[in-house]
Protein backbone atom coordinates (compact mmCIF):
# COMPACT_ATOMS: atom_id res chain seq x y z
CA UNK A 1 0.00 0.00 0.00
CA UNK A 2 1.36 3.56 -0.94
CA UNK A 3 1.30 5.48 2.27
CA UNK A 4 3.43 8.13 3.75
CA UNK A 5 5.41 5.55 5.53
CA UNK A 6 6.14 3.69 2.03
CA UNK A 7 7.13 6.71 0.42
CA UNK A 8 9.62 7.36 3.69
CA UNK A 9 11.16 4.07 3.65
CA UNK A 10 11.67 4.39 -0.23
CA UNK A 11 13.71 7.91 0.52
CA UNK A 12 15.65 5.83 3.46
CA UNK A 13 16.73 3.11 1.43
CA UNK A 14 17.70 5.31 -1.76
CA UNK A 15 19.36 7.60 0.80
CA UNK A 16 21.09 4.04 1.89
CA UNK A 17 19.79 4.60 5.28
CA UNK A 18 17.07 1.43 5.77
CA UNK A 19 17.71 -1.40 7.77
CA UNK A 20 17.83 -4.61 7.09
CA UNK A 21 13.58 -4.52 8.76
CA UNK A 22 13.14 -2.16 6.44
CA UNK A 23 14.54 -3.30 3.22
CA UNK A 24 12.49 -6.69 3.53
CA UNK A 25 9.54 -4.69 4.28
CA UNK A 26 10.00 -2.64 1.57
CA UNK A 27 10.85 -5.43 -0.76
CA UNK A 28 7.48 -7.24 0.15
CA UNK A 29 5.73 -4.25 -0.42
CA UNK A 30 6.72 -4.01 -3.68
CA UNK A 31 6.87 -7.89 -4.95
CA UNK A 32 2.93 -7.92 -3.66
CA UNK A 33 1.79 -4.24 -4.70
CA UNK A 34 1.72 -3.30 -8.56
CA UNK A 35 1.14 0.39 -7.39
CA UNK A 36 4.23 0.25 -4.79
CA UNK A 37 6.36 -1.11 -7.50
CA UNK A 38 5.34 1.55 -9.57
CA UNK A 39 6.25 4.59 -7.05
CA UNK A 40 9.30 2.84 -6.40
CA UNK A 41 10.37 2.37 -9.88
CA UNK A 42 9.35 6.47 -10.00
CA UNK A 43 11.89 7.24 -6.72
CA UNK A 44 14.77 5.38 -8.89
CA UNK A 45 14.31 7.20 -11.87
CA UNK A 46 14.08 10.10 -10.73
CA UNK A 47 17.12 9.45 -8.73
CA UNK A 48 19.12 8.79 -12.07
CA UNK A 49 17.78 11.44 -13.75
CA UNK A 50 18.65 13.64 -11.10
CA UNK A 51 22.45 12.56 -10.94
CA UNK A 52 22.46 12.97 -15.26
CA UNK A 53 21.48 16.60 -14.56
CA UNK A 54 24.22 16.90 -12.41
CA UNK A 55 26.25 15.75 -14.30
CA UNK A 56 25.38 17.43 -17.97
CA UNK A 57 26.97 20.30 -19.73
CA UNK A 58 24.09 22.33 -21.12
CA UNK A 59 27.03 22.84 -24.09
CA UNK A 60 26.29 19.76 -25.71
CA UNK A 61 24.56 20.81 -28.72
CA UNK A 62 25.28 17.93 -30.42
CA UNK A 63 23.24 15.47 -28.75
CA UNK A 64 20.56 18.73 -28.23
CA UNK A 65 20.27 19.23 -32.04
CA UNK A 66 20.46 15.51 -33.03
CA UNK A 67 16.74 14.90 -31.27
CA UNK A 68 15.64 18.14 -30.71
CA UNK A 69 16.08 18.96 -27.22
CA UNK A 70 13.62 21.72 -27.11
CA UNK A 71 9.67 21.79 -25.62
CA UNK A 72 10.55 22.14 -22.72
CA UNK A 73 12.32 25.70 -23.39
CA UNK A 74 9.61 27.84 -21.58
CA UNK A 75 7.15 26.11 -19.92
CA UNK A 76 9.46 26.08 -16.96
CA UNK A 77 11.45 29.44 -17.45
CA UNK A 78 8.09 31.01 -17.79
CA UNK A 79 5.86 29.03 -14.88
CA UNK A 80 3.36 27.84 -18.14
CA UNK A 81 3.59 25.02 -20.39
CA UNK A 82 3.13 26.09 -23.76
CA UNK A 83 1.17 23.87 -25.97
CA UNK A 84 3.57 20.50 -27.30
CA UNK A 85 2.80 18.71 -30.42
CA UNK A 86 0.40 15.73 -30.14
CA UNK A 87 3.13 13.53 -31.67
CA UNK A 88 6.11 14.85 -29.31
CA UNK A 89 3.74 14.51 -26.38
CA UNK A 90 3.33 10.65 -27.54
CA UNK A 91 6.81 10.24 -27.53
CA UNK A 92 7.46 11.84 -24.25
CA UNK A 93 5.13 9.83 -22.50
CA UNK A 94 6.60 6.62 -24.27
CA UNK A 95 10.12 8.01 -23.36
CA UNK A 96 9.13 7.77 -19.51
CA UNK A 97 7.47 4.62 -19.30
CA UNK A 98 10.45 3.40 -20.86
CA UNK A 99 12.84 5.19 -18.48
CA UNK A 100 10.99 3.32 -15.66
CA UNK A 101 11.07 0.26 -17.83
CA UNK A 102 15.23 0.81 -17.39
CA UNK A 103 14.79 2.56 -13.65
CA UNK A 104 12.65 -1.06 -12.91
CA UNK A 105 16.08 -2.38 -13.89
CA UNK A 106 18.21 -0.26 -11.71
CA UNK A 107 16.08 -0.47 -9.43
CA UNK A 108 16.50 -4.09 -9.30
CA UNK A 109 20.40 -3.75 -9.48
CA UNK A 110 20.55 -1.42 -6.28
CA UNK A 111 18.32 -4.27 -4.46
CA UNK A 112 20.99 -6.64 -5.38
CA UNK A 113 23.93 -5.14 -4.98
CA UNK A 114 26.25 -3.09 -7.66
CA UNK A 115 28.57 -6.09 -9.82
CA UNK A 116 31.84 -5.48 -9.52
CA UNK A 117 32.34 -4.50 -13.43
CA UNK A 118 35.41 -3.08 -15.34
CA UNK A 119 32.84 -0.87 -17.33
CA UNK A 120 32.89 0.81 -14.10
CA UNK A 121 33.55 4.93 -14.53
CA UNK A 122 33.43 5.37 -11.34
CA UNK A 123 36.17 7.74 -9.73
CA UNK A 124 36.65 6.15 -6.23
CA UNK A 125 38.48 9.21 -5.13
CA UNK A 126 35.10 11.19 -5.57
CA UNK A 127 33.67 9.59 -2.16
CA UNK A 128 37.26 9.84 -0.06
CA UNK A 129 37.64 13.43 -0.56
CA UNK A 130 34.14 14.72 -0.30
CA UNK A 131 31.22 13.89 1.54
CA UNK A 132 29.18 11.77 -0.92
CA UNK A 133 26.30 9.12 0.06
CA UNK A 134 27.07 6.05 -0.63
CA UNK A 135 24.00 5.81 -2.25
CA UNK A 136 24.88 8.28 -5.03
CA UNK A 137 28.35 6.31 -5.66
CA UNK A 138 26.06 3.27 -6.25
CA UNK A 139 23.99 5.35 -8.91
CA UNK A 140 26.93 6.79 -10.29
CA UNK A 141 27.57 3.11 -10.67
CA UNK A 142 24.35 2.23 -12.17
CA UNK A 143 24.47 4.93 -14.43
CA UNK A 144 27.68 3.42 -16.26
CA UNK A 145 25.41 0.70 -16.76
CA UNK A 146 22.54 1.95 -17.61
CA UNK A 147 22.59 2.88 -20.82
CA UNK A 148 23.40 -0.02 -22.11
CA UNK A 149 20.94 -2.30 -19.91
CA UNK A 150 17.98 0.25 -21.14
CA UNK A 151 18.69 -0.78 -24.03
CA UNK A 152 18.71 -4.70 -23.77
CA UNK A 153 15.45 -4.53 -20.73
CA UNK A 154 13.45 -1.77 -22.73
CA UNK A 155 12.07 -4.48 -25.24
CA UNK A 156 11.43 -6.48 -22.44
CA UNK A 157 7.74 -5.66 -20.53
CA UNK A 158 7.76 -8.30 -18.30
CA UNK A 159 9.09 -7.35 -14.72
CA UNK A 160 9.50 -10.90 -13.79
CA UNK A 161 11.80 -11.62 -17.22
CA UNK A 162 13.37 -8.20 -16.03
CA UNK A 163 14.00 -9.88 -12.78
CA UNK A 164 15.30 -13.15 -13.81
CA UNK A 165 17.84 -11.26 -16.33
CA UNK A 166 19.37 -9.35 -14.10
CA UNK A 167 19.40 -11.58 -11.40
CA UNK A 168 20.50 -14.35 -13.27
CA UNK A 169 23.37 -11.61 -14.92
CA UNK A 170 24.42 -9.78 -11.79
CA UNK A 171 24.05 -12.10 -8.46
CA UNK A 172 24.10 -10.70 -5.55
CA UNK A 173 27.26 -9.05 -4.15
CA UNK A 174 27.28 -11.41 -1.07
CA UNK A 175 27.04 -14.52 -3.16
CA UNK A 176 30.28 -13.99 -5.31
CA UNK A 177 32.46 -12.50 -2.47
CA UNK B 1 10.22 38.72 -16.70
CA UNK B 2 13.77 38.36 -15.04
CA UNK B 3 14.19 38.27 -11.70
CA UNK B 4 16.46 40.26 -9.47
CA UNK B 5 19.15 39.43 -7.66
CA UNK B 6 18.23 38.79 -4.01
CA UNK B 7 21.13 39.45 -1.44
CA UNK B 8 20.80 36.29 1.49
CA UNK B 9 19.99 37.21 4.95
CA UNK B 10 23.67 38.10 6.46
CA UNK B 11 22.82 35.99 9.47
CA UNK B 12 23.42 32.10 9.56
CA UNK B 13 23.74 29.54 12.07
CA UNK B 14 24.85 25.87 12.54
CA UNK B 15 27.94 27.00 10.83
CA UNK B 16 30.81 25.42 11.80
CA UNK B 17 32.91 27.60 10.43
CA UNK B 18 31.28 30.69 11.83
CA UNK B 19 33.24 34.08 11.82
CA UNK B 20 32.28 37.50 13.14
CA UNK B 21 31.25 40.59 11.34
CA UNK B 22 34.73 42.99 10.66
CA UNK B 23 36.54 40.17 9.70
CA UNK B 24 40.25 41.32 8.03
CA UNK B 25 40.06 40.80 4.72
CA UNK B 26 42.78 38.32 4.03
CA UNK B 27 40.53 36.44 6.56
CA UNK B 28 37.57 36.17 4.68
CA UNK B 29 39.00 36.09 1.47
CA UNK B 30 41.28 32.93 2.96
CA UNK B 31 37.92 31.28 3.43
CA UNK B 32 36.50 32.20 0.07
CA UNK B 33 39.19 31.07 -1.02
CA UNK B 34 38.99 27.57 0.61
CA UNK B 35 35.20 27.34 -0.05
CA UNK B 36 35.94 28.34 -3.99
CA UNK B 37 36.53 24.67 -5.28
CA UNK B 38 32.76 23.18 -3.61
CA UNK B 39 31.50 26.40 -4.85
CA UNK B 40 32.34 26.06 -8.76
CA UNK B 41 31.79 22.20 -8.24
CA UNK B 42 28.12 23.59 -7.01
CA UNK B 43 27.22 26.04 -9.45
CA UNK B 44 28.26 23.96 -12.35
CA UNK B 45 25.67 21.64 -11.08
CA UNK B 46 23.14 24.26 -11.67
CA UNK B 47 24.36 26.28 -14.72
CA UNK B 48 25.84 23.23 -16.40
CA UNK B 49 28.99 24.68 -17.88
CA UNK B 50 32.18 25.17 -15.89
CA UNK B 51 33.60 28.55 -17.28
CA UNK B 52 30.11 30.02 -15.90
CA UNK B 53 30.17 28.43 -13.07
CA UNK B 54 33.52 29.87 -12.42
CA UNK B 55 32.12 33.42 -13.07
CA UNK B 56 28.97 32.80 -10.73
CA UNK B 57 30.96 32.05 -7.48
CA UNK B 58 33.69 35.54 -8.52
CA UNK B 59 30.30 37.23 -8.46
CA UNK B 60 29.54 35.78 -5.42
CA UNK B 61 32.77 36.52 -3.62
CA UNK B 62 32.24 40.08 -5.11
CA UNK B 63 29.45 40.66 -3.41
CA UNK B 64 30.61 39.21 -0.50
CA UNK B 65 33.24 41.57 -0.48
CA UNK B 66 30.96 44.32 -1.15
CA UNK B 67 28.81 43.23 1.58
CA UNK B 68 31.61 43.12 4.50
CA UNK B 69 33.09 46.68 2.58
CA UNK B 70 29.42 48.17 3.19
CA UNK B 71 29.38 47.10 7.06
CA UNK B 72 27.44 43.95 6.65
CA UNK B 73 27.42 41.60 9.33
CA UNK B 74 27.99 38.45 8.38
CA UNK B 75 28.27 35.11 10.96
CA UNK B 76 29.13 32.29 8.26
CA UNK B 77 31.03 33.32 4.89
CA UNK B 78 30.70 30.02 3.44
CA UNK B 79 26.64 29.73 4.54
CA UNK B 80 26.73 33.20 2.66
CA UNK B 81 28.93 32.48 -0.71
CA UNK B 82 26.48 28.99 -0.68
CA UNK B 83 23.28 30.45 -0.89
CA UNK B 84 24.30 33.55 -3.09
CA UNK B 85 26.17 31.17 -5.61
CA UNK B 86 22.85 29.27 -5.80
CA UNK B 87 20.78 32.48 -6.83
CA UNK B 88 23.60 34.01 -9.17
CA UNK B 89 23.51 30.02 -10.94
CA UNK B 90 19.91 29.96 -10.76
CA UNK B 91 19.33 33.44 -12.30
CA UNK B 92 21.61 32.65 -15.01
CA UNK B 93 20.65 29.29 -15.83
CA UNK B 94 17.12 30.70 -16.05
CA UNK B 95 18.66 33.50 -17.97
CA UNK B 96 19.99 31.30 -20.20
CA UNK B 97 17.20 29.06 -21.22
CA UNK B 98 15.48 32.18 -21.88
CA UNK B 99 17.87 32.71 -24.78
CA UNK B 100 18.07 29.59 -25.96
CA UNK B 101 14.42 29.02 -26.86
CA UNK B 102 14.79 30.43 -30.80
CA UNK B 103 17.78 28.08 -31.05
CA UNK B 104 15.72 25.24 -29.84
CA UNK B 105 12.63 26.07 -31.74
CA UNK B 106 15.04 25.94 -34.83
CA UNK B 107 16.14 22.93 -33.90
CA UNK B 108 13.40 21.15 -33.46
CA UNK B 109 12.35 22.27 -37.02
CA UNK B 110 15.77 21.02 -38.21
CA UNK B 111 15.80 17.97 -36.41
CA UNK B 112 12.33 16.60 -37.24
CA UNK B 113 13.20 15.45 -40.77
CA UNK B 114 15.92 13.69 -38.80
CA UNK B 115 13.83 12.36 -36.19
CA UNK B 116 12.72 9.10 -38.10
CA UNK B 117 16.18 8.43 -38.89
CA UNK B 118 17.09 8.19 -34.67
CA UNK B 119 15.24 6.16 -32.40
CA UNK B 120 13.29 8.36 -30.15
CA UNK B 121 12.54 6.79 -27.36
CA UNK B 122 16.12 6.34 -26.72
CA UNK B 123 17.27 9.81 -27.52
CA UNK B 124 14.88 11.92 -25.99
CA UNK B 125 14.66 9.29 -22.60
CA UNK B 126 18.58 11.09 -22.09
CA UNK B 127 18.09 14.49 -23.24
CA UNK B 128 14.63 15.67 -22.99
CA UNK B 129 13.37 14.18 -19.95
CA UNK B 130 16.51 15.29 -18.44
CA UNK B 131 16.12 18.56 -19.94
CA UNK B 132 12.48 19.40 -18.66
CA UNK B 133 13.77 17.71 -15.35
CA UNK B 134 16.65 20.67 -15.07
CA UNK B 135 13.69 23.24 -15.44
CA UNK B 136 12.12 21.81 -13.00
CA UNK B 137 14.81 21.97 -10.08
CA UNK B 138 14.99 25.62 -11.17
CA UNK B 139 11.60 26.11 -10.85
CA UNK B 140 11.39 24.63 -7.10
CA UNK B 141 11.21 26.55 -4.12
CA UNK B 142 14.43 28.32 -2.90
CA UNK B 143 15.13 25.83 0.05
CA UNK B 144 14.32 22.68 -1.59
CA UNK B 145 15.74 24.04 -4.55
CA UNK B 146 19.36 24.32 -3.00
CA UNK B 147 18.52 21.43 -1.03
CA UNK B 148 17.95 19.31 -3.68
CA UNK B 149 20.91 20.72 -5.49
CA UNK B 150 23.36 20.19 -2.74
CA UNK B 151 22.12 16.93 -1.90
CA UNK B 152 21.26 15.12 -4.90
CA UNK B 153 23.05 17.14 -7.59
CA UNK B 154 26.14 17.75 -5.85
CA UNK B 155 25.96 14.22 -3.70
CA UNK B 156 26.63 16.15 0.10
CA UNK B 157 25.54 14.36 2.97
CA UNK B 158 22.86 15.83 4.67
CA UNK B 159 24.63 17.15 7.42
CA UNK B 160 26.25 18.99 4.57
CA UNK B 161 23.45 20.31 3.03
CA UNK B 162 22.16 21.57 6.51
CA UNK B 163 25.57 23.12 7.14
CA UNK B 164 25.63 24.90 3.69
CA UNK B 165 22.05 25.90 3.91
CA UNK B 166 22.34 27.31 7.83
CA UNK B 167 19.58 24.50 8.76
CA UNK B 168 18.54 21.53 10.89
CA UNK B 169 19.88 18.43 9.34
CA UNK B 170 15.77 17.46 9.74
CA UNK B 171 14.95 20.23 8.02
CA UNK B 172 17.11 19.64 5.10
CA UNK B 173 15.58 15.84 4.90
CA UNK B 174 12.29 17.67 4.49
CA UNK B 175 13.25 20.22 2.00
CA UNK B 176 14.64 17.36 0.06
CA UNK B 177 11.71 14.98 -0.08
CA UNK B 178 9.49 17.74 -0.99
CA UNK B 179 11.59 18.81 -3.59
CA UNK B 180 11.66 14.90 -4.60
CA UNK B 181 7.92 14.51 -4.19
CA UNK B 182 7.88 17.91 -6.10
CA UNK B 183 9.79 16.46 -9.51
CA UNK B 184 8.31 13.28 -9.56
CA UNK B 185 5.18 14.90 -9.70
CA UNK B 186 5.98 17.05 -12.66
CA UNK B 187 7.92 14.63 -14.28
CA UNK B 188 4.56 12.46 -14.10
CA UNK B 189 2.17 15.30 -15.30
CA UNK B 190 4.70 16.10 -18.17
CA UNK B 191 4.57 12.50 -19.42
CA UNK B 192 1.54 10.80 -18.54
CA UNK B 193 -0.82 13.91 -18.95
CA UNK B 194 -1.20 14.10 -15.49
CA UNK B 195 -3.91 11.94 -15.16
CA UNK B 196 -3.59 9.51 -11.83
Redesign the interface.
Known sequence: MIDERF?LLC?KHL?GEATETERDELKQTIATDSAARRRFD??V???G??????N????DDR???????????????D?GRESIPDEE?A?????????LA?AAALALIIWWGIPETPTSTHDSHMCQS????TP?VETLEVAALS?GL??IV?DTEDPLIQFIWITETFPRKEATE | MSRRHEEPEAVFESEADRVTAGLPLDSWSEIALAARPELVSIARRVVRDHSEAEDVVDEAIARLAATIDDGGAIDSIVGWLHRAALRIAVDRARAWIRRQRETWRYDVAQSSARRSAVDPSAALDSVETRERLWCAILELPERQRDAVVLRQLEGLTYAAVADRLGIEEGTARGHVHAARASLRKTLWDLTEGGDR
Do not use: P
Open positions: EQDEFALELLFEVGTDRTRRAAVGASHFDSELARDVMSGTWMSSGKEISLERAQ
